[in-house]
């Protein structure tokens, strides 16, 4: 029909600087650890005690622990450990919280109130809680850190899955649905899933981030993976007691922890810009 | 307003209760017998039983469980099974100084926050918005144990102002409390006060597109005027509900710090408590962590009525 | 026509352009109005209308500038390049604004009373705080809020929304300012208050000689409160004259567009709404015709709109297809006291009626009229709290949700919100198909395809559409997909609810006359929830009035708009407003 504009195609907006830095921040963790796997120029853990402490150079690009240990092939292995723990807590919180939050979105009544209670009792267990209690009974591992931090992720997913949730049943296109009596899961794939897959994906970067402080402050604690797996809490932990000759022994693991959460805060709030439908429309 | 603040209240006692729940069964029944870890593998069947019969853990889990459980409330945290000592004056000192890091922390990093957050907004097209909104996205991405350590080598073992580590009751000698709280303050308060920046902007920002302000503006009242009279309260919302989440972040991150400062709070007790494995120590303090963030939480709830009138009319 | 142009003018505007970086929203804007005059200006969404009101304040949004120029009596200069702090004492003291939306519009953690005394403080137009706070209470009873005391110490969300309108007013006229401006100021407003607020905002205005300029989409309303309009298309004017002429001899093509369109009263040969393509064959209405008083003419013209639609006899003794006994509907709320008793609303009290088959039944009612809570258990989609509905032999009351699987293959639902009802990640072919996954259809892919297509087809949009997703279509265009999917499995019911209530009026009429169509060529039986009494007067020919879970009024479209008996129907009937109705009164 003449009268009737087809609105032009969906102007995509172009990828924010945020949303690039981050993506890049994140990459160059990714290939670090994948690096690691084929190879580091030192083995990680293997001491040269006639080379320890020593500044940068062409042989240690980073320099060398107290013990001589190649601190560049550590902060390498180090990444690969920040990632595994990320993945799993994340996957976990994921795999947990989300449809849980889904649920309580949908079931309103007691499913809501028993969820949401539940997510309330959690959000009083920070990760590092849960992780420091982890550790008082069974003893500090990765595998401890990893659960911890997990489970300490599962109301955060829990929430935005719920609000998500809540905000598309509220619609008129799942009224419609109901009332062509489409079953609730149904509902639940076809309209609530796609609408707030945005919102999760977002909420995914996000507790990466946290879960990669968290790992940094457990192994800084030794709370997390064990020595003499390298892992950059613990680095950066150890060079405590160098600070006033070596501080760059500090710098290092640091600005590695700063890079991977900046990278993953930077990426979750560019992919909000992108899938926040207040901020896409028309204004 | 009555009705709002009973149902938070009971929401208040039953999550606590079955976070005790929670804990005990975590800490108490799963690592097996106290008496046992206490006294190591060769221990004597007579004295590991004179040893449950002392700690009491000879009665039903049940028992065992409201034992420590309404002793809680009390102060009284039972006594340790390893250094055979009682927990509650220990825990009622530590909690002190831990409280008075976590709440200087806050306040230090609110004042940070507002004023640089409310300036991120005001100027996000401008430069130095955009520079202010970049450093916070940064100070987030650091670690506060990595903020205190490089405020030890910049301001203790560079520049010598200040003792790197250490701590004086503020009772005993407040000169030399106050040199040694500035560095562990500062280190949680400047990651503290960049994550809030943060939310300070985006509520203002949010504010800022709101029609009353456009209302205030269209009754002659200038940008920043309209802003401060009609905007600050109402960006204190969602600004107060984050405040409180981070509070509780800060409860914990001073676990952390207390660490790399030494300062004998409760979380160099958590911690040390951890490494002896002493677990009725660590299953009383970390209650204690829960209980002040569940209070928090409540008390953050009775704010939000005095804030918003929509709230204090019922539904 | 207009004033002399020798009397100093209250505010002139010379070709104002305003334009983003990369596009042009209004341009050659040009604007004269003597004091106390009162000009329209009329405007489809996107037509730049506000954005000419919000230059005017000097209000743009970041990132829009202006240039031309805008002279205010009083003011020297050109007010385009006025500084903020310049523009801070001309806004609030010699013009002010009132916005659309009400309930956003003011503070809502601060009481009415310091809002509105807020402006006088600011411009220190009165000595005191305390002469602001009297003042304010005074303003308050000016414009007629019951109890002006109690409603200066009320918050914004305390009062009802025309209440806040009102309060808005208020704060506007405060330092009797040379000129108002209002932005769509009854949009979001009841019929029957929307009528309360323009005579009270026409009485104002002219008690204190404001100037006022009046923006809006609904020519009725202009027609009600101007002397003057400007009709604006794709950020120009594209006419300007006295409101009797525009209306009555429009010249530009776009203005008789819209005039057809927005003309509920007037249809073509067949019985059919003007749209913007047939308004070439549209009489405009001619002034002081038809007689205000001589309401039978307009029932003749109605009648014969209704003369050309086929009726489907109704055979004496046939069982109707919708039969509602004595419903109620209760829904509890959170008690707001400790002790008090858990207090309830009453969304449905003991409504009953009947709806024949092939019958075009309106339901007429205001906000919390109840017609929303009808709606959703005439679906299935709630259950009432007692009482009997019968959809298509099909009983709703206490059905479980594999019962009300057959009710609901009977009947389909339109919804109001162009946006709201197509799911944003989903294609228009799985949309529109989606009726048919209920469980017990079973129709395979291919099948699927050719309903689908078929479906596009009836409601006049191109097969591709099929394969592109809702945002790229425009508001009318996705009301049609809506049509499409309700219509695809074959109902015998269509149930609309508010269809054309967030349309622009050129579209409003297609959608109308399609909805028509489509009724026809399918043999539908449908009902007609809205808050627009000319809508319904257009397309139905029986009616319920409802008013707090009540049904007030039933009975044929003519004997409740000629003929109402109950107040309440009076009131809605005469607080409506037509364009020929207005223009007659004037």
């Given at each position: 029909m003449a009268e009737e504009q087809v609105l032009s195609a969906k102007n995509r907006r172009k990828a924010s600087p945020t949303l690039i830095v981050g993506a890049i921040l994140v990459a160059a963790v990714v290939l670090a650890a994948l690096l690691s796997f084929i190879w580091t120029p030192y083995n990680p853990v293997q001491a040269f005690p006639a080379d320890?402490?020593?500044?940068?150079?062409?042989?240690?690009l980073m320099g060398t622990d107290r013990y001589g240990r190649d601190v560049f092939s550590g902060i390498l292995y180090g990444a690969r450990i920040t990632l595994l723990v990320g993945l799993v807590a994340v996957g976990i919180a994921l795999l947990i919280g989300t449809p849980l939050g889904i649920l309580a979105g949908m079931r309103r009544g007691i499913t809501e109130e028993v969820t949401m209670r539940g997510a309330d009792i959690l959000l009083a267990f920070p990760a590092l809680l849960v992780a420091i209690m982890f550790g008082a009974v069974f003893g500090a591992s990765t595998l401890t850190a990893m659960l911890a931090i997990g489970i300490g992720s599962i109301p955060g997913f829990a929430r935005v899955a719920r609000s998500g949730t809540l905000q598309v049943m509220s619609t008129e296109y799942i009224m419609a649905a109901r009332a062509s009596s489409q079953s609730s899961w149904r509902i639940a794939r076809r309209h609530v899933m796609p609408n707030i897959i945005g919102m999760v994906v977002v909420q995914c970067s996000v507790s990466f981030a946290i879960a990669v402080l968290a790992e940094a402050a457990l192994s800084f604690l030794g709370l997390g993976t064990p020595p003499p797996v390298p892992s950059w809490g613990r680095m950066l932990q150890e060079s405590q007691q160098f600070l006033g000759t070596y501080p760059m022994l500090a710098v290092w693991p640091g600005s590695a922890i700063a890079i991977a959460v900046l990278g993953f805060t930077l990426l979750g709030d560019g992919l909000r810009d992108r899938f926040d439908p207040k901020l896409n429309g028309e204004r | 307003m009555g009705i709002r603040l009973l149902i938070n209240l009971v929401r208040f006692v039953v999550t606590y209760v079955i976070a005790t729940v929670a804990v005990f069964l975590f800490m108490r029944a799963i690592p097996g017998d106290p008496a046992q870890i206490a006294l190591g593998v060769n221990a004597t069947p007579e004295l590991l039983a004179k040893t449950r019969a002392e700690f009491g853990t000879d009665r039903p889990l049940l028992v065992q469980y409201f034992d420590w459980a309404l002793g809680l409330p009390f102060?009284?945290?039972?006594?340790?099974?390893?250094?055979?000592?009682?927990i509650s004056p220990l825990i009622i000192d530590r909690v002190q100084v831990s409280l008075i890091l976590v709440i200087l922390a806050m306040i230090v990093a609110l004042a940070i926050a507002i004023p640089f957050g409310t300036y991120a907004a005001v100027k996000h097209r401008n430069p130095s918005g955009i520079v202010v909104s970049g450093i916070s996205q940064i100070g987030v991405a650091i670690p506060n144990f990595l903020a205190g350590i490089l405020l030890v080598v910049v301001f203790a073992v560079g520049l010598g102002w200040l003792p790197a580590n250490g701590w004086t009751p503020p009772g005993e000698d407040f000169a030399d409390f106050a040199s040694r709280v500035i560095l562990p303050v500062l280190a949680l308060a400047s990651v503290q006060g960049a994550i809030l920046t943060r939310y300070v902007r985006s509520a203002v920002m949010e504010v800022m597109s709101e029609d009353y302000l456009r209302t205030a503006r269209s009754k002659g009242l200038g940008k920043l005027e309209s802003l401060i009279k009609h905007g600050l309260r109402n960006a204190s919302i969602p600004v107060l509900t984050v405040t409180s989440v981070q509070l509780a972040a800060l409860i914990i991150g001073a676990v952390v710090i207390e660490r790399v400062f030494v300062i004998p709070g409760l979380g160099s007790m958590l911690l040390d408590a951890v490494g002896n494995r002493d677990l009725l120590t660590v299953q009383s303090v970390v209650m204690v962590l829960v209980a002040i963030t569940l209070i928090i939480n409540l008390m953050v709830d009775v704010l939000y009525t005095v804030l918003d009138p929509r709230i204090r009319k019922g539904a | 026509m207009d004033a002399p142009h020798n009397a100093p003018a209250l505010i002139e505007v010379k070709n104002l352009s305003i334009s983003t970086k990369t596009r042009s929203?209004?341009?050659?804007f040009n604007l004269r109005m003597q004091p106390g005059d009162r000009v329209g200006l009329i405007g489809e969404s996107g037509s730049g209308k506000s954005m000419t009101a919000s230059a005017l304040m000097g209000l743009l949004p970041e990132g829009v500038s202006a240039t031309g120029s805008i002279h205010l009596a009083g003011h020297a200069g050109n007010?385009?390049?006025?500084s903020d702090k310049q523009w801070q004492k001309i806004r609030g003291k010699d013009m002010t604004m009132v916005f659309q939306e009400p309930l956003t519009a003011l503070n809502p953690l601060m009481k009415v009373g310091p809002q509105v005394a807020e402006i006088m403080t600011s411009h220190k137009s009165v000595p005191s705080k305390s002469a602001a706070r009297s003042k304010a209470v005074e303003m308050l009873e000016s414009v007629k809020l019951p109890d002006p005391q109690r409603a200066a110490r009320a918050y914004p969300h305390q009062l009802s929304g025309g209440q806040r309108q009102r309060a808005m007013l208020a704060m506007a006229l405060a330092n009797k300012p040379g000129l108002l401006l209002c932005d769509e100021p009854t949009t979001a407003l009841d019929v029957t208050v929307q009528r309360q607020v323009l005579d009270l905002i026409l009485e104002s205005v002219t008690e204190l000689g404001t100037g006022l300029l009046f923006i809006t989409h609904d020519l009725s309303v202009v027609a009600n409160v101007c002397d003057r309009v400007l009709v604006m298309n794709n950020g120009q004017v594209v006419e300007e004259g006295s409101t009797v002429e525009v209306f009555t001899n429009p010249q530009h093509p776009y203005t008789r567009g819209l005039l057809a369109a927005s003309d509920l009263n007037a249809t073509d040969e067949k019985g059919r709404l003007f749209t913007v393509a047939s308004a070439a064959a549209y009489v405009p209405p001619t002034e002081n015709e038809p007689e205000p008083e001589d309401l039978a003419q307009l029932a003749a013209v109605s009648a014969e709109a209704t003369a050309g639609r086929p009726v489907l006899p109704l055979p004496a003794g046939d069982e109707p297809v919708i039969s509602v006994e004595d419903l109620h509907r209760r829904y509890p709320v959170a008690r707001s006291?400790?002790?008090g008793k858990p207090s309830e609303v009453?969304?449905?009290?003991?409504v009953s009626f009947e709806v024949a088959a092939g019958q075009r039944f309106g339901v007429v009612g205001e906000s919390g009229s109840g017609k929303s809570t009808l709606l959703r258990i005439l679906a299935g989609l709630d259950q009432p709290t007692s009482g009997s509905v019968k959809v298509a032999g099909n009983q709703i009351s206490g059905a479980k949700e594999r019962d009300l699987i057959q009710l609901r293959q009977q009947l389909q639902i339109v919804f109001q919100d162009p946006m709201g009802s197509l799911d944003p990640r989903m294609r228009v072919r799985d949309i529109i198909a989606e009726p048919l996954l209920a469980p017990g259809q079973k129709v395979d892919s291919a099948k699927q395809r050719k309903l689908v297509a078929e479906m596009l087809g009836a409601v006049g949009l191109p097969r591709d559409a099929a394969e592109r997703f809702p945002h790229q279509f425009s508001g009318g265009q996705r009301q049609r997909i809506s049509i499409a999917r309700a219509l695809i499995c074959e109902p015998r019911v269509l149930v609309a609810d508010e269809p054309v209530s967030a349309l622009d009026v050129s579209v409003r009429a297609q959608v109308l006359n399609l909805l028509s169509d489509l009724v026809d060529d399918y043999q539908l039986t449908l009902v007609f929830v809205s808050h627009d009494l000319g809508v319904v007067r257009h397309l139905c020919d029986n009616v319920v009035v409802m008013n707090n879970g009540q049904i007030v009024e039933s009975g044929s479209t003519e004997q409740i708009y000629d003929n109402p008996q109950h107040d309440y129907t009076r009131t809605l009937v005469n607080s409506s407003m037509s364009l020929r109705n207005e223009l007659s009164l004037r």
């Amino acid at each position: 029909m003449a009268e009737e504009q087809v609105l032009s195609a969906k102007n995509r907006r172009k990828a924010s600087p945020t949303l690039i830095v981050g993506a890049i921040l994140v990459a160059a963790v990714v290939l670090a650890a994948l690096l690691s796997f084929i190879w580091t120029p030192y083995n990680p853990v293997q001491a040269f005690p006639a080379d320890r402490l020593q500044g940068s150079s062409a042989a240690h690009l980073m320099g060398t622990d107290r013990y001589g240990r190649d601190v560049f092939s550590g902060i390498l292995y180090g990444a690969r450990i920040t990632l595994l723990v990320g993945l799993v807590a994340v996957g976990i919180a994921l795999l947990i919280g989300t449809p849980l939050g889904i649920l309580a979105g949908m079931r309103r009544g007691i499913t809501e109130e028993v969820t949401m209670r539940g997510a309330d009792i959690l959000l009083a267990f920070p990760a590092l809680l849960v992780a420091i209690m982890f550790g008082a009974v069974f003893g500090a591992s990765t595998l401890t850190a990893m659960l911890a931090i997990g489970i300490g992720s599962i109301p955060g997913f829990a929430r935005v899955a719920r609000s998500g949730t809540l905000q598309v049943m509220s619609t008129e296109y799942i009224m419609a649905a109901r009332a062509s009596s489409q079953s609730s899961w149904r509902i639940a794939r076809r309209h609530v899933m796609p609408n707030i897959i945005g919102m999760v994906v977002v909420q995914c970067s996000v507790s990466f981030a946290i879960a990669v402080l968290a790992e940094a402050a457990l192994s800084f604690l030794g709370l997390g993976t064990p020595p003499p797996v390298p892992s950059w809490g613990r680095m950066l932990q150890e060079s405590q007691q160098f600070l006033g000759t070596y501080p760059m022994l500090a710098v290092w693991p640091g600005s590695a922890i700063a890079i991977a959460v900046l990278g993953f805060t930077l990426l979750g709030d560019g992919l909000r810009d992108r899938f926040d439908p207040k901020l896409n429309g028309e204004r | 307003m009555g009705i709002r603040l009973l149902i938070n209240l009971v929401r208040f006692v039953v999550t606590y209760v079955i976070a005790t729940v929670a804990v005990f069964l975590f800490m108490r029944a799963i690592p097996g017998d106290p008496a046992q870890i206490a006294l190591g593998v060769n221990a004597t069947p007579e004295l590991l039983a004179k040893t449950r019969a002392e700690f009491g853990t000879d009665r039903p889990l049940l028992v065992q469980y409201f034992d420590w459980a309404l002793g809680l409330p009390f102060g009284d945290f039972g006594t340790s099974y390893i250094t055979r000592q009682d927990i509650s004056p220990l825990i009622i000192d530590r909690v002190q100084v831990s409280l008075i890091l976590v709440i200087l922390a806050m306040i230090v990093a609110l004042a940070i926050a507002i004023p640089f957050g409310t300036y991120a907004a005001v100027k996000h097209r401008n430069p130095s918005g955009i520079v202010v909104s970049g450093i916070s996205q940064i100070g987030v991405a650091i670690p506060n144990f990595l903020a205190g350590i490089l405020l030890v080598v910049v301001f203790a073992v560079g520049l010598g102002w200040l003792p790197a580590n250490g701590w004086t009751p503020p009772g005993e000698d407040f000169a030399d409390f106050a040199s040694r709280v500035i560095l562990p303050v500062l280190a949680l308060a400047s990651v503290q006060g960049a994550i809030l920046t943060r939310y300070v902007r985006s509520a203002v920002m949010e504010v800022m597109s709101e029609d009353y302000l456009r209302t205030a503006r269209s009754k002659g009242l200038g940008k920043l005027e309209s802003l401060i009279k009609h905007g600050l309260r109402n960006a204190s919302i969602p600004v107060l509900t984050v405040t409180s989440v981070q509070l509780a972040a800060l409860i914990i991150g001073a676990v952390v710090i207390e660490r790399v400062f030494v300062i004998p709070g409760l979380g160099s007790m958590l911690l040390d408590a951890v490494g002896n494995r002493d677990l009725l120590t660590v299953q009383s303090v970390v209650m204690v962590l829960v209980a002040i963030t569940l209070i928090i939480n409540l008390m953050v709830d009775v704010l939000y009525t005095v804030l918003d009138p929509r709230i204090r009319k019922g539904a | 026509m207009d004033a002399p142009h020798n009397a100093p003018a209250l505010i002139e505007v010379k070709n104002l352009s305003i334009s983003t970086k990369t596009r042009s929203l209004v341009s050659n804007f040009n604007l004269r109005m003597q004091p106390g005059d009162r000009v329209g200006l009329i405007g489809e969404s996107g037509s730049g209308k506000s954005m000419t009101a919000s230059a005017l304040m000097g209000l743009l949004p970041e990132g829009v500038s202006a240039t031309g120029s805008i002279h205010l009596a009083g003011h020297a200069g050109n007010l385009v390049d006025a500084s903020d702090k310049q523009w801070q004492k001309i806004r609030g003291k010699d013009m002010t604004m009132v916005f659309q939306e009400p309930l956003t519009a003011l503070n809502p953690l601060m009481k009415v009373g310091p809002q509105v005394a807020e402006i006088m403080t600011s411009h220190k137009s009165v000595p005191s705080k305390s002469a602001a706070r009297s003042k304010a209470v005074e303003m308050l009873e000016s414009v007629k809020l019951p109890d002006p005391q109690r409603a200066a110490r009320a918050y914004p969300h305390q009062l009802s929304g025309g209440q806040r309108q009102r309060a808005m007013l208020a704060m506007a006229l405060a330092n009797k300012p040379g000129l108002l401006l209002c932005d769509e100021p009854t949009t979001a407003l009841d019929v029957t208050v929307q009528r309360q607020v323009l005579d009270l905002i026409l009485e104002s205005v002219t008690e204190l000689g404001t100037g006022l300029l009046f923006i809006t989409h609904d020519l009725s309303v202009v027609a009600n409160v101007c002397d003057r309009v400007l009709v604006m298309n794709n950020g120009q004017v594209v006419e300007e004259g006295s409101t009797v002429e525009v209306f009555t001899n429009p010249q530009h093509p776009y203005t008789r567009g819209l005039l057809a369109a927005s003309d509920l009263n007037a249809t073509d040969e067949k019985g059919r709404l003007f749209t913007v393509a047939s308004a070439a064959a549209y009489v405009p209405p001619t002034e002081n015709e038809p007689e205000p008083e001589d309401l039978a003419q307009l029932a003749a013209v109605s009648a014969e709109a209704t003369a050309g639609r086929p009726v489907l006899p109704l055979p004496a003794g046939d069982e109707p297809v919708i039969s509602v006994e004595d419903l109620h509907r209760r829904y509890p709320v959170a008690r707001s006291t400790l002790f008090g008793k858990p207090s309830e609303v009453h969304a449905l009290r003991g409504v009953s009626f009947e709806v024949a088959a092939g019958q075009r039944f309106g339901v007429v009612g205001e906000s919390g009229s109840g017609k929303s809570t009808l709606l959703r258990i005439l679906a299935g989609l709630d259950q009432p709290t007692s009482g009997s509905v019968k959809v298509a032999g099909n009983q709703i009351s206490g059905a479980k949700e594999r019962d009300l699987i057959q009710l609901r293959q009977q009947l389909q639902i339109v919804f109001q919100d162009p946006m709201g009802s197509l799911d944003p990640r989903m294609r228009v072919r799985d949309i529109i198909a989606e009726p048919l996954l209920a469980p017990g259809q079973k129709v395979d892919s291919a099948k699927q395809r050719k309903l689908v297509a078929e479906m596009l087809g009836a409601v006049g949009l191109p097969r591709d559409a099929a394969e592109r997703f809702p945002h790229q279509f425009s508001g009318g265009q996705r009301q049609r997909i809506s049509i499409a999917r309700a219509l695809i499995c074959e109902p015998r019911v269509l149930v609309a609810d508010e269809p054309v209530s967030a349309l622009d009026v050129s579209v409003r009429a297609q959608v109308l006359n399609l909805l028509s169509d489509l009724v026809d060529d399918y043999q539908l039986t449908l009902v007609f929830v809205s808050h627009d009494l000319g809508v319904v007067r257009h397309l139905c020919d029986n009616v319920v009035v409802m008013n707090n879970g009540q049904i007030v009024e039933s009975g044929s479209t003519e004997q409740i708009y000629d003929n109402p008996q109950h107040d309440y129907t009076r009131t809605l009937v005469n607080s409506s407003m037509s364009l020929r109705n207005e223009l007659s009164l004037r």
